[in-house]
Every structure is written in C-alpha cells, then in structure tokens.
C-alpha cells in the first residue's frame, strides 16, 4: 500500500510545526510546539494519526487545548512542507457562498478589493478581518482546499471542526509550506477542546473519495430538486398576480417541477416576516395554498439575522442589536433597494438575547407552521460572524447561528446562501455554492474593484465546477438557476446552453426564474427536456484555462461533457478509445467549440442492448426508466417526466432486419459496426 502513497515525504518525517499564542491574567503568552506536543499549565498536545485507505493515504492532524483556567486565544497555526509545482492547480474555497471559488495556479494571488465605496460591499466577505498579502503565490482558503497534480493526483485538506472556529488554508508556493492556521481570535476557553482538526485525504484521480468528508450531522441530505424562483426575472417588483399568472404557466403545462419560491419582495421590510406588503393583499397562506392546490411544495424567502433601517423592527427593537460597544451597531452591509441611498444600511440581530432567539422563533413557526411554507431559503447569513463577541470567534458564531436556525424549522427544509459552507453542513438542506448569476455574463464594475463576491454568471459556474465536493457530503448543491428566455437579460445562446448544461451536471437544486408562458415551441422543448431530474456521479474533472473536460455517470449510462467557460474559441479532444455519439452521430476525436459553449456526449456502452442516441433529454437515455432484451427483441419503458416528441435510438442483438419492441415489430438498420432501432415517441409514448 505504501508505494501509492505520494505525500511529500515530510508528512511521515518532519511532520508538522506550530504555534499558539493566548492572553492569561493580562499577559500576553506564546508557545512554539512540534508533532511531539507540549505540556504546560495550558497543556498542548498534537496528535497525528495515519490511515490507510483503498486508494492513498489518510491523515488526521488535531490540536487540542486543555486550558486548566481561562484564557483567551489569538492565534493558532500549524505549518507543514508542501512542495507545489509550477504546473500544479490549487483550488481555494472561498470564505462564503458567493465568494469566487475556482483552480488558481502557484504563481496567482489573490487582488486587493479597491475602489472609494468598498466599504459598502467588504461586509461580505473576508475582507476586513483577514490580512491577505496580495503576493504571487500567497494563496488562502476557508475550511477547504486541494492540490491537483498535473498527473492527475490530488491531495485535499479538510476542516473537520468548525464548531470551534474557522480554519483557513495558507499556501505559501515559494516557500513551500501550507499553514494550517484557526482563527481563534476573540475566543475565550476553559477545559479540553479540540482546537484544529484537519483532515488530509490523497486519491488518484480529481475527485474527493466517497464519504471521505468528515460527518457534520445524521441529517440526511436532501434529493436533487427542480423548480421556479421569482428573482432573476422580477427581483424585487413581485405581486401576488405575477406569481399566480407563473404558478397557472407551470400548472397549465403540467410542468413536473418540486417547488414554486417567492423570493425578495413580499415582505413590508427586510427584518418584518410576520406579514406580507400591500402587493400581496391575500396573505402568504393563500400564496402557499395555491402552490401546494397545484400539486407543488412552496418555498419563502427571508434574511432573518439581519434589519434594514427602514423596517418597524428597526425602530420598534434597537436594543436587538448587535453592537460593538454597547453603542456602535454592527453594519452588516449596504442595500439600497431596501431603503435608498440615505437608510439602505443593515444591521444584524445579537443572537444571545433571549427576546431575538423567541422572536427568531415565532417568525419561523408563522411561516412554516401557520402559512404552510416547505422550504425556506434563508439569505445574507454570513451576517452572524461578522465580529467576534462574547467569548467566541466569527467561525464559532456562524456555527451557532446555523444550529438555532436549524432547530426554529425542525424538519422543514432550508436552502442557505451567503453563508460560510462549512458550517452549512448537516445544517441547511441544500445550500447555495456561487454567487449570484447575472443578466450577462460577469457585472464588470464590481470585476474592477475585485469584489470576490460580485453578481457574476461567470463565477457561478467555476463555483459550481470546483464546489462538486460538498454535494452529497455536506448539503445538496444549489448552483443557482439557469436562464433559457430571450427577453430581460444579455445572455448569448451559447452561455445559456452552457449554465443549463453544467447546472444540470453538477447541480442538486435546478431553479429558473423564467416567465415559461413566454417560451417559444423550441425553448419550451429545450426546458423539457431537462425532466427528469436524475442523480448524477462525478467521475473526473479536468481544467486547462478554462476549458474543462467532464465524465460523468448516470445509472448504468456514461457520459463526456466539455466546458469551453473562455472568451476564445478553442479545440477539445474526445477521450481516445471510446465512441461517443452527441444525438446520433459519432463525433471527430478532436472538437471546435464557441466561446462559452459546452457540448454533451453519450458513450457508446459495450453492450448488445443499450441507449446510442436521443432527441427526448439534454442527457440521452435519462427518459428512459426501463431497457431489457427478451426472446426475440426488446422491452422499453419511458419515465413518466418524460414528455417529448423525437426520436430514441437503441442498440439491440443483431437478429435480422426485424425486431420486436415492446411486442410490436420494429425495422432495424446497421450503424457503423452496431445494430440499431430507432423508435419514434410522440409526447412521451412510444407511436
């Protein structure tokens, strides 16, 4: 087993080094320790434990704090050799949902946000607490992050603590060291915790090994999902007419889609939750009502840690506040859809007060118990851990917001965003992994200031590429929606298809805005063939510049995606020694693609009896529910989401030019070295 071990050799020699530094009875201490540990009137100790794995090697590196009085800590790291080579990729998991999340290269840093009126964005990500020093080749992550080897092995580091706090990931790629490094500051302990728990995981391939991430909760995680949210098409110029006249478009077509959310702009003021505006006179039970009458689950939008200035609560429970001295209200960020240029300011609920926790709680038991609401998607949550307080760092302020909010819905399901993954996990149902997509391709003001959290399609993607790992660990992925219409927005043909494509690849929670009612017959087809929604596994991710190779699997069926995410055309190789059909018609080894186009391959199985080609689904053979050869042809069964007319080509056992199907005699026909039927389907049933 040894000899496929390919850490560097320090792993099993010098091993780790680090440092600890704490506040006891006004003095300030520091302690450098090694693998062997420390014991002190503190006590320090480093374990270090070794475990084998099928296909590389596993190791568990805790530091734990035994403190026999208070003390309070202000940093903790560990550093450990870590050789990266120029042709390396590491990705860095950014501090929140929408924080840029992709593959940087060892000679990249990471820009300094810039720009007069960054004071009005930095809330929402890491920048006012995390000194990053703008160098080539001095790279952070948060509770993440990777190494992939040109010869396609990857090494992956985990946080598999966030209870008590952050852990941030420092590459220094000159140096050849990676810091392991808590963000302790603010915390204050008494007794034995585990401080830093990270868990290093190799594999031969890109992706992470099953159930390899550490367990966050016996939650189990939730089904992919498809449906419609109001944002990206009405944002906040929502009523109750536009989301009935959406709900009838989707209930008229007998669309198959889990659920129907409200987004932003129900509520009289971001903070009041309790009732709906004016522009929804009937209430949101009769919202939910309708929703849940046509056969849906209804999702509802809130922000419930934070307050905008112009809500009754505001005024009503300022001393609900969190503040920095007992004066000073934490500003959680700037809106000025929700209050103008003069009071778009919003601040952030101190969760220790009891009268915040039963207000939480009375909010959440109207909308989910009295109004009926399935899902809530619970947004702008990085506002919990914006400053340390009360004894407890950022990280361990986020965790415990994350467990109040998970205990106010019981068993109703939470959709997350804007919040730090990691303490997401076994807490929120599915949870959001890019930021918003925009109307076009990347918002490129904010893209100048360096705003690592920006509205950006762009981003979304590489977001939701590189965040693959989570799914199915920690949450389901929610990638955000995919836009298909061709009015209100600058999406070209080509990023459309490409967000559908790679959403439906990667993501567990399918969500588009569009006003369906308006689809042309051909955006229609191209929607519907989206159904059905059905489990995915990732088998290998390959990037270069921003076209990726995909290869993927779907039940029994295989298949090769390519991403070309660039602003240049460029040319992809189809894996040698397999045949691959887009539709029907094997492909050239070597494919052109677009600026932002991706294409979809189905592999040819090496089997007698198997799907080549479809018209019916973006994933050929995924109508398909049943395939079986038996005396004298084939029996097929369609999936009951399927609705398409076109055209599905099966390979069968060569027994003549006749076949039958389903009981019915079918021609065959001879298709390079395969025998092939091809049946026709009109509206989901074979004619």
């Known amino acids: 087993m040894d000899s496929g071990f390919f850490l560097p050799c320090c792993i099993m020699d010098e091993l780790f080094k ?24 503190v006590g320090i100790k480093v374990s270090l434990v070794r475990e084998a794995t099928e296909k590389g090697l596993k190791i568990q590196v805790k530091v734990e704090v035994d403190a026999e009085v208070e003390i309070e ?46 004071h009005l964005v930095n809330t929402t990500g890491d920048y006012t607490f995390y000194k990053n020093p703008h160098e080539a080749g001095s790279l952070h992550a948060w509770s993440f992050t990777s190494l992939v080897s040109k010869d396609g092995h990857s090494t992956f580091w985990m946080d598999a603590a966030p209870e008590t706090g952050y852990t941030v990931f420092e590459w220094r790629c000159k140096e050849g060291k990676l810091i392991l490094r808590k963000d302790v500051g603010g915390s204050r302990l008494r007794g034995k915790a585990i401080m830093l728990n990270v868990e290093i995981m190799q594999n031969e391939g890109t992706e992470l090994p099953v159930a390899s991430l550490p367990g966050f909760s016996a939650r189990p995680v939730a089904a992919p999902v498809s449906g419609w949210t109001s944002w ?29 959310q409200i987004d932003d702009g129900w509520q009289p003021a971001v903070g009041d939750w309790m009732q709906a505006n004016e522009k929804f006179p009937q209430g949101m039970k009769f919202i939910a009502d309708q929703v849940h009458s046509h056969g849906y689950k209804a999702g509802l939008w809130l922000a419930p840690l934070i307050v905008a ?7 009503a429970h300022r001393d609900w506040l969190l503040t920095h001295d007992g004066e000073r209200f934490v500003e959680a960020g700037f809106n000025p859809g929700w209050g103008g240029l003069m009071h778009g300011t919003y601040y952030v609920f101190n969760l220790d007060l009891p009268e915040v926790q039963a207000h939480l709680r009375a909010v959440f038991a109207t909308v989910l118990q009295v109004w009926g609401y399935d899902l809530v998607k619970l947004d702008f949550l990085f506002a919990a851990a914006l400053i340390p307080h009360g004894g407890k760092s950022r990280g361990q302020r986020m965790d415990e917001a994350m467990a109040l909010l998970r205990d106010c819905c019981g068993d109703k399901l939470i959709l997350g965003c804007g919040v730090p993954l990691a303490a997401a996990g076994g807490r929120a149902d599915y949870c959001r992994i890019g930021p918003d997509i925009g109307l076009s391709w990347d918002l490129g003001i904010a893209d100048s200031i360096h705003l690592r959290e920006r509205i950006s399609t762009q981003n979304a993607l590489h977001n939701t590429i590189n965040r693959r790992h989570f799914a199915g660990r920690l949450f389901a992925n929610d990638p955000d929606v995919f836009i298909l219409r061709e009015d209100n927005n600058k999406l070209n043909p080509e990023q459309k298809y490409s967000l559908l494509i790679i959403n439906h690849i990667f993501g567990d929670l399918l969500f588009t805005s569009d006003a369906i009612g308006g689809y042309d017959a051909q955006t229609m087809r191209l929607y519907r063939s989206t159904f059905p929604l059905l489990p995915r596994q990732i088998v290998e991710v390959q990037e270069d510049d921003g076209l990726y190779r995909i290869w993927f699997v779907i039940d029994d069926r295989r298949y090769f995606a390519v991403a070309n995410l660039s602003r240049h055309e460029r040319k992809a190789a189809l894996p040698a020694g397999d045949k691959y059909y887009n539709g029907f018609i094997e492909d050239s080894l070597a494919v052109s693609l677009k600026p932002y186009e991706a294409r979809v391959y189905l592999q040819l199985q090496d089997l007698e009896t198997c799907v080549v080609g479809s018209e019916l689904h973006i994933f050929p053979g995924c109508e398909v529910l049943s395939l079986k050869a038996v005396t004298g042809g084939i029996e097929i069964a369609l999936h009951p989401h399927s609705s398409l007319s076109g055209t599905l080509v099966v390979r ?8 039958l199907v389903n009981g019915i005699e079918k021609s065959t026909f001879k298709h390079k070295d395969i025998t092939i039927v091809r049946l026709q389907v009109q509206e989901g049933k074979f004619v």
């Open 309 to 315: 200035k112009n809500s009754a609560i505001y005024h």
């Open 232 to 260: 990206y098409n009405y944002y906040t110029k929502i009523d109750e007419a536009i989301i009935l006249d959406n709900l009838r478009a989707f209930a008229d077509r007998s669309v198959p889609i889990d659920f129907f």
């Open 18 to 41: 680090g440092s600890i530094v704490y506040w006891l009875s006004g003095r300030r201490w520091g302690l450098d320790f090694s693998e062997g540990g420390h014991e002190l009137a």
């Open 73 to 118: 800590l202000e940093e903790l790291y560990l550093t450990m050799q870590q050789a990266v080579a120029p042709d390396d990729q590491i990705f860095l998991n950014g501090y929140q949902s929408w924080t840029e999340s992709k593959l940087f290269s060892p000679d990249d840093k990471i820009p300094r946000l810039a720009g007069p009126a960054q």
């Open 652 to 659: 069968v056992i060569d027994q003549g030019e006749r076949i």
